[in-house]
Structures are given as structure tokens and as C-alpha cells.
């Protein structure tokens, strides 16, 4: 079973850029697909970047942050990653690493077990 702790988040201001990390502990890191979803007041969570298991060579992003976010893996550091650039004020989010273990890049949150605390990111106008 794998914990997970984000850390990265802030305030920043439109067009800023932040990077959060994704900590796990307590599993074989490298075998479970990782995803960051975010969560907005009164707003369903919704799926933000994936990386799948392994290698990390597949990915997938929400249309919405294609060319701004990089969500990349490091297994020997037990470590996802969410470069956000670009960043507007709708992203502003409390923003969730989860995880499950296996191969498939799932956007809905139900499909992931492992979930961290959260970090909120917050961008002015």
C-alpha cells in the first residue's frame, strides 16, 4: 500500500509558473500509474495529467493544459511530478496525487486508490 504527499503549491500570478511533487512511500512506486487531479469550490474533481506505470512513457493530459503542464516520473526518487506553466486563474484548485497500481491512465478519480492530502494552488489575476 503507497502513501502519497504533495508539496509544490502557492500563490502565483497569471502567466507564473509552479511545480508540485508527489512523494510516495510504502510500495513499489514504479508499478503504480500516477495522476494528478484538482478540485475546485463546488467543482467536481476533475483529472488534470497522467503518467502510467513503469517507464513512464505514456501520458495524458486534460485539453485545457496541454502545452502548459509536464507530469513526469522519478522512480528512483519514489517521485511524480506537475510542472505547471502558463498558469491562468482557473486553475486555481486544491491539487491531488493519486495513484493505483498497474498499467492505465484512468481520468476518472473513482479508478485510483491511493490519494494524497492535497496543495492548493492558487493563481491571481
Keep these: 500500500q503507497v502513501q502519497l504527499v504533495e508539496s509544490g503549491g ?3 500570478q497569471a502567466g ?3 511545480g508540485l511533487s508527489c512523494a510516495a512511500s510504502g ?3 514504479s508499478t503504480y500509474t500516477t ?10 474533481r476533475e483529472f488534470v495529467a497522467g ?6 512513457g505514456v501520458t495524458d493530459y486534460l485539453d485545457s493544459v496541454k502545452g502548459r503542464f509536464t507530469i513526469s516520473r522519478d522512480n528512483a526518487k519514489n517521485t511524480v511530478y506537475l510542472q505547471m506553466n502558463s498558469l491562468r486563474p482557473e486553475d486555481t484548485a486544491v491539487y491531488y496525487c493519486a495513484a493505483h497500481l498497474g498499467s492505465g ?3 476518472d478519480f ?3 486508490n491511493y490519494w494524497g492530502q492535497g496543495t492548493q494552488v ?3 489575476s
Design 122 to 124: 492558487t493563481v491571481s
Design 35 to 44: 495522476g494528478w487531479f484538482r478540485q475546485a469550490p463546488e467543482k467536481e
Design 10 to 12: 502557492g500563490l502565483v
Design 27 to 29: 510500495g513499489t512506486f
Design 105 to 107: 491512465i484512468y481520468r
Design 51 to 56: 503518467i502510467n506505470a513503469y517507464y513512464g
Design 16 to 18: 507564473g509558473s509552479l
Design 110 to 112: 473513482k479508478d485510483y
